[in-house]
């Protein structure tokens, strides 16, 4: 079972920046795929970045691309994403996932975090 645990998430202005970390425990990872996603209120939980542990493959979604990367810290088995030009359309709880085979689709993955918040304000 793999447990995860995010943090970083607070209260920015538009066009500032955070990161965001997920601490991973509990397996090994060097052939799981590792995303965030995001959900707002009232709206579906929405890909937003993804990575292979091996190899470090990465995709984002195109609301994001450019503005944020998604990295990892094989040694801390720690994922980052580091969040730039922030717009207050990209409030919402941020959630790290984990799954052997997962990529885009929220439903692919197996193992979630509790999420962290993050607010952008005008």
């Known amino acids: 079972q793999v447990q995860l645990v995010e943090s970083g998430g607070g209260v920015v202005q538009a066009g500032g920046s955070l990161r965001l970390s997920c601490a991973a425990s509990g397996r090994t990872f060097g052939t799981y795929t590792m995303g965030w996603f995001r959900q707002a209120p009232g709206k579906e939980r929405e890909f937003v970045a993804v990575?292979?542990?091996?190899?470090?493959?990465?995709a984002y979604a195109d609301s994001v691309k450019g503005r944020f990367t998604i990295f990892r810290d094989s040694a801390n088995n720690t994922v980052y994403l580091q969040m730039n030009s922030l717009k207050p359309e990209d409030t919402a709880v941020y959630y790290c996932?984990?799954?052997?085979?997962?990529?885009?689709?929220?439903?692919?993955?197996?193992?979630w975090g509790r999420g962290t918040q993050v607010t952008v304000s005008s």
């Open positions: 996932a984990s799954d052997r085979t997962g990529w885009r689709n929220p439903a692919d993955f197996g193992s």
């Open positions: 990575i292979r542990w091996s190899g470090g493959a990465t």
